[in-house]
């Protein structure tokens, strides 16, 4: 319930930032409103759409879909905190420096959908779980810089 809670905040506040991107342009954001973009995009294009012809996309169970979401609301969660976390240091954490360093990161958060379903589903939970303490790894060593 509370990954569903939360992709339903981060798709209604992007609803609300888009007007605000239109006028002024993306660039004018703040730090924390930039990742609701790049989350809410996460959640769109990598987590809604799906592709019936493909093995990967025309049947996900219940696990994957959940570990799917679950990583997505972690980066979320993990961007936010170390942007709030690190805003009254000299070095502050960023978008573009999340983007920058951690763009291979984010390249596996859109992949994930990807892994196919006859892997079994403890292969499955074994890569997404990997990919959450990747996430949590890479968001501690983040912020730790930036102190």
Known sequence: ????????EVLQKEDELNEIVQLVGKDA?????KIT?????FLKEDFLQQNSYTPYDKYCPFYKTTEMLRNICLFHELATRAVERTAQSDTRVTYAMIKSRLGPLLYKISSQKFEDPAQGEAAIRA????????????F??????CK
């Open 1 to 8: 319930m509370n990954l569903r809670t939360t992709a339903r």
């Open 29 to 33: 954001l703040a730090e924390g409103d």
């Open 37 to 41: 973009l790049e989350t809410a995009k």
């Open 127 to 138: 890569k997404l779980g990997e990919l959450a303490a990747e996430l949590k790894e890479s």
């Open 140 to 145: 501690r060593a983040l912020e730790d810089e």
